[in-house]
């Protein structure tokens, strides 16, 4: 919309052009957050560890790795950082590159600063997969009870999910045959109650029906109390029984993260949409006759965005947190793959002999987490559009 | 007022009974059965794993299992399966111990974030508030068991005192100063790692009220009218931005079981969450179960009661 007012020719009447420069968002955003010193530092090791997650995923990984992590030279155990490689003893394609151990060597002659590299990638998915399955979840639960809330669940909807739910379920234990009876029974109400009945006023055509449209609970008071039940859950102590009785897998650690987090991101997309569907610019919309999907997803969620891209941040951070705690129990990403968190808890064994294996992925994760506090504290008070005009 | 207690109360017997399922659920269809646990035990025959299965119900369907574990778990009957003991007396015993740790930490907290987070916002901008703030970050940032190892090494190294453990093995005939000061020193390093988070959070939190606070029309008209600002400061605005915080008296009381699983195993300190733990690697479920319960209740009852002080210090708000 925006660029084609522009595409027209400037009327001659230069009062209609505008009259001061007119300044992007992105611009606006900038000019606020680059007054914020340690955001800006923190965008910039933000930045640096992607590069260096990618990276290192290039160098570390395929046939012939560049640097290669899990090369064990026993001979070679315990440098010190920035020690040449004892040359005689070692075969030529045991020598690090560029000819020295940049960070040491561990208890089994790995190269550190490798598997540093590695780990980082690794935090990198932790984080990222973890939050992307809790915004999803947020923003798809805090929309729908935001923008839906206060229709009711009929009884019509709780019989036809109750048979789906209990196919699904008895297809995931073990009888065939009762769980195509129950998805077959569930498809069949479904299209009985709504198949037919689009326009129609629900079920009162039918005696004896009216009693299907009997109005249970919000959606709105459903999701809520959803959010309450996850919330009293003790979140390590979850994360740490799921993970410890699951095989052990980095998937499976970025899935039980995510699953135990999106409660927060749900609670702030639906105050936002809650707010947002009583403004005027959306029932302009509606009375345009916009349908609800592009209404929500065109309209509403650029305006709900921010605070939900803050908690974003902040929740990588704590992901990675949450990844290095699982790793130093003994429960993290399982050995082949280097993560901080391991480096650092196995190290820990030999702080006194060779601290460099706790002082690097520690200061490491220390410097990468603060990184992304501070640049999501500065997100937030750039998107805060009481600050932008200022 | 007694209608929204009895909506209350309802509504959270409802989340509690699906906690209780949930919670259940989770750990009865991960893969693996507690009877398996030790198959290469020679004294573990399948004669052993079938009765080891009727006794505690294994055999029985799940919704079986699920009433008779909380049937036993409120008639106070629930039994560890690792040693046969009453759960809620292990549970007891272990509470007994992280107990200090909490009452310190939680005072440590609450008596530090509260002049650092008002002086931050009164010295807006100042060095001391720019200091803090990072300090704040630093400390939410820092990986727990990283800051631990710092500050054993540098208590250890410098002091001269040990630190880990609850006491000092085999101090049995020692001074009573002696004793006391020991455990003192025991308990410190702990329970300032447990607060670190919680000073951070609350000092920002009680700065960013302040300020909020602050930018309020009746301040700046007790300002106008010439008070000096420490009246300002302390009488008009500390009280208004002390609200919220009433409130968060309900939310320290889950903090009383969860407990820090990894600060407890870096000290070897005999607490809930190191029980809690060593449950988990056991799978001994009956305990797992009954703490995740126990800490579910807590929650609600903290919810409960910081929603009730809020209705009592607020005028404003009738729920």
């Avoid at chain 1, 030279?73 to 003893?89: G, I």
């Avoid at chain 1, 992901?319 to 790793?327: D, H, K, N, R």
Wanted: aromatic share 12%; glycine share 8%.
């Amino acid at each position: 919309m925006q660029t084609r007012h522009q595409v027209q020719p400037a009327p001659e009447n230069s009062l209609e052009r505008p009259l001061a420069p007119r300044r992007s968002l992105w611009q606006q955003f900038w000019t606020i957050f680059k007054q914020n010193r340690m955001a800006v530092i923190g965008m910039v090791f933000f930045l640096l560890f992607f590069a260096a997650a990618v990276v290192g995923l290039l160098l570390t990984s395929g046939n012939k790795p560049v640097l290669n992590p899990s090369l064990i030279r026993l001979q070679e155990k315990l440098r010190p950082p920035l020690s040449k490689p004892n040359l005689e003893s070692l075969q030529p394609d045991e020598v690090p590159a560029f000819g020295v151990y940049l960070l040491g060597t561990d208890e089994l002659g790995r190269d550190v600063f490798a598997r540093m590299l590695q780990g980082a990638w690794v935090s990198l998915t932790v984080g990222f997969v973890a939050v992307g399955i809790s915004v999803v979840i947020g923003i798809f639960l805090g929309g729908i009870a935001g923008y839906f809330g206060q229709n009711h669940v009929r009884l019509d909807h709780v019989i036809v999910a109750g048979m789906l739910l209990a196919g699904a379920v008895l297809l995931a234990i073990k009888p065939i045959w009762g769980s195509v009876l129950f998805c077959l029974g569930g498809i069949l109400t479904l299209w009985l109650f709504f198949g037919r009945s689009r326009t129609g006023q629900g079920h009162q055509s039918v005696p004896g029906m009216g009693l299907l449209n009997f109005k249970t609970l919000t959606i709105d008071t459903l999701i809520m109390r959803l959010v309450d039940i996850m919330l009293c859950f003790p979140t390590f102590f979850l994360i740490l029984t799921v993970v410890a009785l699951l095989p052990a897998s980095i998937y499976n650690i970025m899935i039980v993260i995510g699953l135990t987090s999106w409660m927060g991101t749900t609670r702030f997309v639906r105050a936002e949409f809650l707010a947002l569907r009583e403004q005027d610019f959306v029932a302009a919309v509606r009375a345009l006759g916009v349908g609800n999907l592009r209404i929500i997803f065109r309209h509403m969620m650029p305006n709900a965005v921010a605070p939900v891209l803050v908690s974003a941040t902040l929740g990588i951070a704590s992901a990675i947190l949450t990844e290095a705690g699982l790793s130093f129990l003994g429960f993290g990403v399982p050995p082949p793959n280097a993560t901080w968190g391991n480096i650092l808890s196995d190290g820990q064994n030999f702080i006194f002999d060779a601290p460099w294996l706790t002082f690097i992925p520690g200061i490491t994760i220390l410097v990468v987490v603060l990184a992304f506090n501070l640049f999501g504290e500065g997100l937030r008070d750039a998107l805060n559009p009481r600050l932008r005009e200022r | 007022m007694i209608s929204f207690i009895g909506r209350s109360v309802i509504q959270k017997i409802v989340t509690l009974f699906f906690v209780s399922v949930v919670s259940f659920l989770i750990i009865h269809l991960a893969p693996g059965e507690p009877s398996q646990v030790d198959p290469m035990n020679p004294k573990f025959t399948p004669e052993m794993v079938e009765r080891f299965r009727q006794q505690f119900h294994l055999d029985k369907p799940l919704y079986g299992q699920y009433l008779l574990f909380y049937k036993d778990l409120f008639t106070g009957k629930t039994v560890s399966w690792k040693d046969n003991q009453s759960v809620l007396k292990k549970i007891w015993d272990r509470f007994l111990n992280s107990l200090p740790l909490f009452v310190v930490g939680t005072l440590l907290t609450w008596t530090l974030s509260f002049p650092v987070g008002i002086r931050a916002a009164i010295r807006r901008g100042s060095l001391f508030d720019q200091g803090s703030t990072f300090v704040a970050y630093f400390l939410i940032s820092i990986p727990g068991f990283f800051f631990a190892y710092l500050l054993i090494i540098l208590v250890v190294m410098h002091f001269q005192v040990p630190v880990i453990g609850m006491q000092t093995f085999g101090m049995g005939d020692s001074s009573p100063v002696h004793m006391i000061m020991d455990r003192i020193w025991h308990l410190l390093l702990p329970s300032i790692l447990g607060a670190t988070g919680g000073i951070a959070v609350l000092s920002r939190y009680v700065r960013s009220q302040m300020l909020e606070v602050g930018g309020q029309d009746y301040i700046r008209t007790a300002r106008a009218k010439g008070l000096p600002p420490d009246e300002v400061n302390y009488h008009h605005a500390l009280r208004n931005a002390l609200l919220p915080f009433v409130t968060m008296f309900g939310l320290i009381l889950p903090g009383l079981i969860g407990g820090s699983v990894i600060i407890e195993s870096i000290f070897s300190w005999p607490g809930m969450g190191r029980m809690a733990y060593e449950a988990i690697l056991a799978r001994d479920y009956p305990v797992i179960l009954t703490v995740n319960f126990i800490s579910a209740v807590l929650v609600l009852i903290g919810t409960f009661i910081s929603d009730l002080l809020y209705m009592v210090v607020d005028p404003r708000i009738r729920l």
